[in-house]
């Protein structure tokens, strides 16, 4: 079986998710020289490609006393692993009109601080116009000036000025990759072509592709069935593309395999769908159902598991992730995606996982090796141990799942036995770490013990670890912790909450400000990221939640509606903002992962779909608006075969171009519980929760 390394140890560029320009490149013109840019970015071409859609534009002046540079990164994201692999930089380049080698432009290769130069013109001695024309370049022929340059370790490649010859000139630049040069091998078309329909794009599925020689699926779409243009490619480990398509129309489509030589293979049997104006409901489903995909299709194949994101890590299982997939499986039974059968059979792999993995004292790690459930420290040595926030996510979500196993079969008995075994083997009790039992820690290391130091302090993400540490039928926490430690008054805790939120605003738990005319009772500031709201609650019913100082919906809500006003005002300016277009939280961004709240010093731009879709059942008319406007406005850019990706930012021209596990699942989970109320019902059924809920009644804070 292939795996996303397949392509992503090689690329450097093949397609810009915008039309526009492409956000991981930078320009820069000193005049008299020109280079044509967009704010900064190189642009985008639709009218010559390689690989469909598009390509960049690279046009220039070179005159006396000028100068210009182009900087094509290396595309990072989280969990990708940056060492790429052969003996040969390639890129395909098309002249508008000739241009003499001595014309072309310098290239540099560089990583970090320092990179290797090549003449082109010492390449190859001129472009033809309007032909494509691979370069393949060998690290050889690279200056050697230095000591020696890992490309493994390439950060970029740049393009800059030669001579100045004072003439326009434009090159289109497309395929950029590190490799080793390929046969000729034929490929052959995938099987299985089949096409669905939906509002405004149709999902189109094949068979797996094995075959190690192809680089790519090249997607070819038509609207008589006869005359096709290539529309797009897919990275070979997937078998599912998103071709968006104007609502109303009835569309053709076939697929062909590239192989390494980017010749195609004969095109696949043709298949046909239509689009048509969806419901609110059936729009809601589609949703669901496309982001229950991360968790079924994009799982990892021994461990049954979500990946923290993808692309990413293809072996790094994300443990809380795999709780929120749990919730999506859930759904996905009842909704029809998938039989109940075929999640009994997903549970038991992931069961058996979890079985089998790391745990210290009953908790697992935050990640795991989805190969062998070894832990993956990937915050640093001192991450070698428990997670207990991330093990209360995935105990949650199975707790859930516990209550939706009620058939008096073989199967769901044992099952059932399965999951009350790992939850009452969780030490939630171990937690405290003896010089500080006012607390729950987060962590805890055999090796370190307490060294990461971090208590479990409200009003934020972590709530559910306290209250199913109250819980617990073999590990429980004594009462009054949860007031000494998750609402904590002591000095400890209003430091630590005004340290993160940088304001005295409920830094006693407590708030009691106003913003935006919505009085907020708990929260600090204006209350947080929106995942503060989703992940506690994806199972646990927040309605009628009351521990003394609010009813957790309502809190939730005002939180949710606060984000929302912060985002219709847009004291920030930021471009996209409006009634449709809001959510601020934690997500992928231009800058990398970063918290965003209604705050403007927490606020870059950048909005996430999750941020306003997970919060369906605290705004429903809200986020319904920003759903049809997310994929009506931005689909072909934000909406991909796993559903929404994890970020927009509409001022930067910037689109994520991963999908991460903690955002996917909220999204199938709120959207459920407001339309059923299916996961909060089972998970409050389980008798530890009923007995729980009574006990916040009656529990006396100070």
Partial sequence: MLTPDHTYAHLVFANSRRDGSCNHTQTWACAPSTLKAVDGKLPVT????????????????SNRGGAWTAEILVEQWRGRKTSLQGDHLCFWLYAAEPIEGRALPMMHVFKEGWGRSVRLHHVIDGLPARQWVQLCIPFSAFDTSTEAFDFGDLRGIMFN????????????????????????????????????????????TWDAVNDPNVQYVLVEQSSDGEQFTAVGIQHPHYSRYAAHVDVSQTVY??????????????????????????????????????????????????AGLALECIPGDPHEIALGASGFGIYTWLVGAERGFITRQQLIERMRKALTFLEGADRYHGVWSHFLDGRTGKTIPE????????????????????????????????????????????????????????????FLYWHWSPDHEWHINHRLIGWNETHIAYLLALASPTHPIPPEVYYSGWASQAEIAREYREGWGQTTAGNQYTNGQTYYDIQLEVGVGPGGPLFFTHYSYLGCDPRGLHDGYCDYFENNRNITLINYRYCVANPGGY????????????????????????NPKNDSGTITPTGALACFPYTPDESLRALKHFYREFGASLWDIYGFRDAINPSRDWVSGIYMGLNQGPVTAMIENQRSGLLWGLFTSNPEITDLRKKLRFMKKD
């Fill in 46 to 61: 639709r009218e010559q490609w390689i690989s469909p859609p598009n390509a960049l534009e690279l046009s220039w002046t």
């Fill in 161 to 204: 000025q030669s001579i100045d010859d004072g003439v326009p000139h434009t090159l289109y630049i497309d395929e950029i990759k590190v490799c080793t040069l390929s046969a000729d091998v034929p490929v052959s078309a995938p099987s299985g072509l089949s096409a669905r329909g939906f509002e405004r794009h149709v999902d189109l």
């Fill in 253 to 302: 489509f076939r697929v062909r395999a590239v192989n390494q030589a980017y010749v195609a293979s004969a095109p696949s049997a043709v298949v046909s769908a239509e689009t048509r104006p969806f419901t609110d409901d059936e729009l809601l489903t589609m949703v669901q159902e496309a982001h229950f995909r991360y968790y079924w299709e994009g799982a990892h194949a021994d």
């Fill in 379 to 438: 915050f640093g040595k001192y991450d070698n141990g428990g997670d207990l926030v991330e093990t209360a996510f995935i105990v949650q979500a199975l707790l859930t799942a516990r209550q939706y196993f009620d058939r008096d079969t073989e199967e769901e008995r044992s099952l059932r036995a399965r999951i009350t075994r790992l939850w009452e083997e969780v030490e939630w009790d171990w937690y405290r770490n003896p010089a500080d039992p006012a």
């Fill in 575 to 598: 471009g996209g903002y409006s009634e449709s277009c809001w959510g601020l939280t934690a997500s992928d961004d231009y800058a990398g992962y970063s918290p965003r709240e209604a």
